[in-house]
């Protein structure tokens, strides 16, 4: 039996229970994990509210630190004892340990705490897919300026401290002076408060009318216009997110003007195989051993107190990585 977070149905944090659930047989392809630490993500509150909806009863969560207690047959990257992270599908992280598919699950390096490693593995690699792998089609080179918004999130810090690790100049935006503040000393080269000036003109006031090439923007509904206007001819609006709400939909003739593109992503697409997703492991793994990405763990939950966790997200209160000690 393992303590798991469940929701009987979709809603706010109150929705969030936890259940003593029956662990299954180990089977061929699956690991069984204890876990050490856990990451809360955004995607975790939309998977709650029915926003992303799955079929009810759902054990939220999709990323945990821990070491393995058990190895189904056909599973030859992973031992018993061995440290790992994960931050793939199916959901159910928000427990103390369960039985699961041993595909995208990695080794995770000594020198790597549980507890960065549960803070990173989500975040990490959606930054490195969107740093690496989301390329406008004049491609990026060092000394190019990036807009990234709601920089001082989990991704965004990450984001920020890799941007300047490839040479780029990212623009970062958000909600207070303390988060400016954070994005700057995390590698931003800029940053900009969007309550209280207008990112879209800041934006053009550095690039000195130009437009950035790309704009990463997990905001959604509140950003997309003013993303859109920020991007030069032939620039790449990659949404992967919807912190505001999803954006409304639009005609593709409002990209014309620029002849610009855009494009929907999402992390588990790029983690469809197991060789995909431990080259992107291996680059994340590789930067934060390097140092030059520090993981910033600056909320710490208790797995029973995981609805405050939650409000503190949704209310915007948190910076960098949140984590739940189970």
């Not at 991704?155 to 400016?180: M, N, S």
């Not at 030069?232 to 505001?244: E, I, T």
């Amino acid at each position: 039996m393992a303590m798991t977070v469940q929701i009987a149905q979709f809603g706010g944090p109150e929705q969030m229970k936890l259940v003593d659930l029956p662990l299954p047989p180990v089977q061929a392809g699956q690991v069984h994990v204890r876990h050490k630490a856990i990451g809360v993500n955004f995607i975790d509150v939309y998977h709650r509210t029915g926003l992303y909806p799955n079929e009810l009863p759902l054990a939220l969560g999709m990323e945990a630190a821990g070491e393995v207690l058990a190895v189904g047959p056909g599973v030859e990257h992973l031992r018993v004892g061995d440290r790992v992270a994960y931050a793939t599908g199916p959901m159910g992280s928000y427990t103390q340990e369960r039985v699961m598919p041993a595909q995208n699950v990695c080794r995770l390096p000594d020198e790597i705490s549980f507890e960065t490693g549960a803070a990173m593995m989500l975040k990490g690699l959606t930054a490195q897919y969107l740093l690496k792998k989301c390329r406008p089609m004049e491609g990026l080179e060092p000394g190019d300026h990036v807009l990234f918004h709601a920089a001082a999130g989990g991704v965004g810090l990450i984001a920020c401290q890799w941007a300047r690790h490839l040479g780029l100049q990212l623009i970062a935006t958000a909600g207070t002076d303390e988060k400016c503040a954070l994005a700057l000393a995390n590698g931003a080269a800029h940053a900009i408060n969007y309550r209280r000036e207008d990112f879209v003109a800041r934006v053009q006031e550095i690039t000195q009318g130009q437009g950035v090439k790309i704009v990463y923007d997990s905001v959604g509904k509140d950003t997309w216009e003013g993303s859109l206007a920020c991007l030069r001819a032939f620039g790449l609006m990659v949404s992967f997110g919807n912190a505001s709400g999803p954006v409304p939909p639009f005609a593709p003739a409002v990209l014309a003007a620029k002849s610009l593109f855009v494009t929907r992503q999402t992390l588990f697409t790029h983690t469809s195989s197991r060789q995909r997703t431990q080259a992107m492991a291996d680059d994340l793994f590789a930067v934060v051993q390097q140092g030059a990405v520090n993981i910033h763990i600056e909320q710490r939950f208790a797995l029973q107190d995981v609805q405050q966790a939650h409000q503190a997200l949704e209310a915007r209160k948190t910076t960098g990585s949140t984590i739940l000690l189970p």
